[in-house]
């Protein structure tokens, strides 16, 4: 009993007398975020907060700078923090320059506008002089210029395009008219065409540049696929059209053998009522003679006969015919 008893303590002892074991890296850093964090009465689990963290930042103060422009000093209150490109914001309202169009010399140089005052050294009551820049003016009124114009061009399409929209939705109307196998007014298809023509003028005349140029190409295509669509419509128009005429012919030709012969047209019966019938045919000149012969074997009564006579036989054959082929005789002398 007493052998295992001092087995017992010595074991204890070399158990107790033996160091610790080694903490890596990792257990301590995990031990370290672990006391970071603490539980808030509503089992919130946050992080802790440093004594430090709730108190108040201190101030940042307020300089005056004095600015010099055209021989007068302007006096600007300002955040000791604040750029340059703040300050120029101020002094636009003061000198009535735009920001983009001020040049600010501190201490023979020029500064950046997104610099800091605090980090230029500029302290309270420091001095500066302000400068026109013009070739930064003439830049910033072409940038304008420029951006003026693809805002207008952009305006223009938009507008155009509500325009094609209203009449795309009277394509549709036709497209689905043809559809269902009806036909459409030639008439209605022309003005539509006409009227997407016209914008697509209006499309090319529009100057734009980047972004605006690509919408104004796309409503160009668009403009295109909606007058392809009514040129087809036509197409099928003429070819319907072509077909009734067709079938119209084929059945003329049918009824053609069963039919009386046409009269002559209206304009031909007239010319014919016109024409006044030929002349009749002169008698033959045998005819004047036999007369003659006749005449003379009657005795002569007095000189008038013979006067008529006379007359009768100088008439050219043509008068004889237009007057009458019979003569006439004085009657009473019988």
């Given at each position: 009993m007493m052998r295992a008893k001092a087995r017992g303590t010595f074991a204890d002892a070399m158990r107790e007398g033996s160091p610790a074991p080694p903490v890596s890296a990792a257990a301590a850093k995990e031990a370290v975020k672990e006391d970071e964090w603490e539980v808030r009465p509503g089992g919130m689990l946050v992080q802790k907060r440093s004594p430090d963290a709730d108190a108040p930042a201190?101030?940042?103060p307020t300089i005056r700078v004095?600015?010099?422009f055209n021989g007068v000093y302007h006096e600007i209150y300002i955040n000791a923090q604040a750029s340059f490109g703040e300050l120029k914001k101020m002094l636009s309202e003061r000198t009535g320059l735009h920001p983009e169009d001020q040049k600010l010399v501190y201490k023979d140089k020029e500064r950046d506008s997104k610099a800091f005052l605090d980090m230029a050294g500029v302290r309270d009551r420091s001095k500066m002089v302000l400068l026109e820049d013009?070739?930064?003016?003439a830049k910033r009124l072409l940038e304008q210029r420029r951006t003026d114009k693809a805002e207008r061009a952009a305006k223009s399409i938009s507008r155009i395009s509500l325009d094609v929209d209203k009449l795309a939705t009277k394509v549709s109307a036709l497209e689905a008219i043809v559809a269902k196998g009806g036909k459409v007014v030639d008439a209605d298809v022309v003005t539509l065409t006409e009227a997407l023509m016209t914008e697509l003028v209006k499309l090319d005349s529009i100057a734009a540049e980047g972004e605006v140029k690509v919408q104004r190409r796309m409503q160009e295509k668009r403009v295109q696929r909606y007058v392809e669509s009514l040129d087809a419509i036509r197409a099928k128009n003429a070819a319907a059209a072509?077909?009734?005429?067709g079938n119209v012919n084929g059945h003329a030709k049918a009824r053609a053998p069963n039919l009386p012969p046409r009269p002559p047209p209206v304009s031909q019966r007239r010319?014919?009522?016109?024409?006044?019938?030929?002349?009749?045919?002169?008698?033959?000149p045998t005819a004047s003679w036999e007369s003659f012969d006749l005449l003379s074997s009657v005795p002569s009564t007095s000189s008038a006969t013979v006067t008529t006579m006379a007359a009768a036989t100088t008439t050219s054959p043509a008068a004889a015919a237009a007057t009458s082929p019979i003569p006439r005789f004085d009657w009473e002398l019988f």
């Open positions: 201190a101030p940042v004095k600015v010099k013009p070739a930064a003016r072509a077909k009734a005429n010319n014919f009522q016109q024409h006044p019938p030929a002349a009749a045919k002169a008698p033959p």
